[in-house]
């Protein structure tokens, strides 16, 4: 990753004045709304978070309105994510529509090996929990509006940045509305098409792997027995998830332009198509749902500390799928950037100085590194069919199977415990 951009010359203590927040995060998704849970604990903080869709209103005290759904996208949370969640003390809500994975099977449809990793074997109750992104977001949101110290721009879209040596100015349109904003420091987390990442002027690096997500909910005639697979098949991976009320989360990667029959044809037909691809390991495929497909690119942009602004998310990186790590990897970075701008706003620091943001980007550049390149290898190994590596990766699934320390290495990894 390249580092185009110094600090101006003067950066004083003007950041503290005509500012109108302290800190402007772009974007609402999973990363933006968590980011501003993490930060708003610290009340003297001003925290705006301004995001272009129109959010649902969730009054307080009204129940929020979920329902369980077959057609909805779902994440793996680590047990670090879980930890998180659990310091803000918004787990037991969050859990009420989350299953936790008891065991991971990794197998090669076709071929003899087999690696499984069990939670009580690695002295864990879980390797995590599989939830709803929509119960996920709402939950989320519904706290972040509680939160005295935090506003919400929602229907608003930002549209130019304008830097200064003390604040970062945005642009920001709601219809035909046009105001703006300033900030000591601004975080650009609005997604893997960044509009804050180009008005920045930072580029990134986009591997497309002529690949999509064909994402589903789907149930079996066997109970999911909280057992997360991942197969991996001639044209790609298939992760299968355990979810609440015995439904389970399909991600089945296939190569693009080969999605649109499975997405129209009739749900017999589908599932017949996934039985076959899949196998019988985790029974009959008895009920599916509409079907939704995710173009998959890795993206990484090329810097993330600027004077006065930060990339996040997957505006900093968009990882495939395939790992169930993207969201994780970011609420670490999340974890990471909140330390340093809490103890810099604690002592009175500016927050959005260079050198703060480039120690921040420091730290992460590794982990961020490691899952990236595990991820990508992961996608790239196992879609060789080269017989020799056939061979060998199975080879290596029954070898892996039989080493605990290895076993223990890669558990450790998917709960977002080793870095
Ligand atoms: C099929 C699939 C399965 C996945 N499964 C997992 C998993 O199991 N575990 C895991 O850890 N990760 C998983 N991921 C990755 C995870 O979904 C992403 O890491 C995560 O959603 C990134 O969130 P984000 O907030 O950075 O981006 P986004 O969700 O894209 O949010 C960006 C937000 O910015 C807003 N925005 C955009 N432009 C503007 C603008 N100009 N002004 C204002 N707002 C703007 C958008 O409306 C959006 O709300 C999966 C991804 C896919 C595709």
């Not at 949101?141 to 919400?152: H, Q, S």
């Amino acid at each position: 990753m390249q580092r185009a951009v110094t600090e101006p010359a003067n950066t004083t203590s003007m950041a503290q004045h005509m500012k109108d927040t302290d800190i402007l995060i772009i974007g609402g998704g999973m990363v933006g709304v968590t980011l501003a849970l993490l930060l708003a604990r610290e009340a003297s903080l001003r925290i705006t978070l301004v995001e272009a869709i129109t959010l649902p209103a969730l009054s307080p005290g009204e129940p929020l309105p979920y329902r369980p759904s077959f057609d909805a996208r779902n994440t793996a949370l680590s047990r670090k994510t879980v930890a998180t969640y659990q310091e803000l003390g918004l787990w037991d809500e969050l859990q009420t529509h989350a299953t936790p994975i008891h065991e991971i099977h990794v197998s090669e449809r076709g071929h003899f090996g087999m690696a499984r990793l069990v939670a009580h074997e690695e002295n864990v109750e879980s390797f995590g929990q599989v939830i709803e992104n929509a119960w996920l977001g709402l939950v989320l949101l519904r706290a972040l509006k509680t939160c005295a110290n935090v506003t919400i721009l929602d229907g608003v879209r930002l549209t130019a940045l304008t830097p200064s040596p003390t604040q970062m100015t945005a642009t920001l349109a709601r219809g035909d509305e046009i105001f703006s904003l300033s900030a000591p420091l601004l975080v650009a987390a609005d997604g893997a098409q960044s509009v804050s990442r180009t008005l920045l002027g930072i580029g990134a690096t986009t591997t497309p792997y002529e690949q999509v997500a064909l994402v589903t909910t789907v149930a079996t005639h066997l109970p999911h027995d909280h057992i997360a697979f991942e197969r991996f098949t001639e044209h790609g991976p298939i992760a299968l998830l355990p979810l609440p009320d015995n439904r389970r989360s399909i991600v089945w990667t296939l190569p693009a332009g080969t999605e649109q029959p499975l997405i129209d044809c009739s749900d017999d037909e589908f599932l017949t198509a996934l039985q076959s691809a899949f196998g019988k390991r985790a029974g009959r495929f008895v009920k599916t749902a509409k079907r939704f497909a995710y173009p998959l690119a890795l993206t990484v942009a090329q810097a993330q500390a600027l004077p006065r602004a930060v990339i996040l998310g997957n505006a900093a990186h968009t990882l495939h799928p395939v790992a169930g790590q993207g969201f994780n990897l970011c609420l670490r970075d999340c974890l990471a950037l909140t330390q340093r701008v809490l103890a810099a706003h604690r002592e009175g620091r500016d927050t959005g100085t260079l050198a703060l943001l480039r120690d921040y980007e420091d730290a992460r550049l590794g982990d961020q590194h490691n899952v990236i390149t595990f991820s990508d290898r992961l996608v790239r190994g196992f879609s060789n069919r080269t017989p020799g590596l056939t061979f060998a990766r199975n080879a290596g699934m029954v070898t892996f199977d039989l080493l605990p320390a290895a076993k223990q290495a890669l558990a450790r990894y998917a709960m977002g415990l080793n870095q």
